[in-house]
């Protein structure tokens, strides 16, 4: 398995210097790394927002396309989605 990020193949060489997985493994995943070319980002960033947006409307939580602003500023302010469903409920009124 690849690595997916820088920061991510510095932990695994730093448990590898502590014992705490096999070296071969860590050998293992940077082989694979390098035979697939492609630059690794410093971090995995979290999920965008338009996935965020997307999982509302296969949830049902959008029913009007005026509310997808509405929807940005919750999950702009990481509201809990308890507040997110009574954004959506004073929508619909």
Same mark, same amino acid.
């Given at each position: 398995?690849?690595? *997916?990020? /820088? %920061?991510?193949?510095? +932990?695994?060489y730093a448990k590898a210097a502590r014992g705490e997985i096999p070296? /071969?493994?860590?050998? /293992?995943? &940077? &082989? /694979?790394?390098?035979?697939?070319? $492609? *630059? +690794?980002?410093? #971090?995995?960033? &979290?999920? $965008?927002r338009a996935?965020?947006? $997307? #999982?509302a409307f296969w949830a049902g939580f959008v029913k009007k396309a005026a509310s997808v602003s509405q929807i940005l500023s %919750?999950? %702009? *302010? $990481? *509201?809990? +989605?308890t507040q997110t469903k009574k954004v959506m409920q004073e929508i619909k009124a």
């Open positions: 398995m690849p690595f *997916k990020s /820088e %920061a991510q193949r510095r +932990l695994f070296q /071969e493994t860590v050998d /293992e995943w &940077q &082989q /694979e790394t390098k035979r697939q070319g $492609k *630059k +690794l980002p410093e #971090k995995v960033g &979290q999920k $965008k996935d965020m947006i $997307k #999982k %919750a999950v %702009a *302010k $990481k *509201k809990p +989605l």
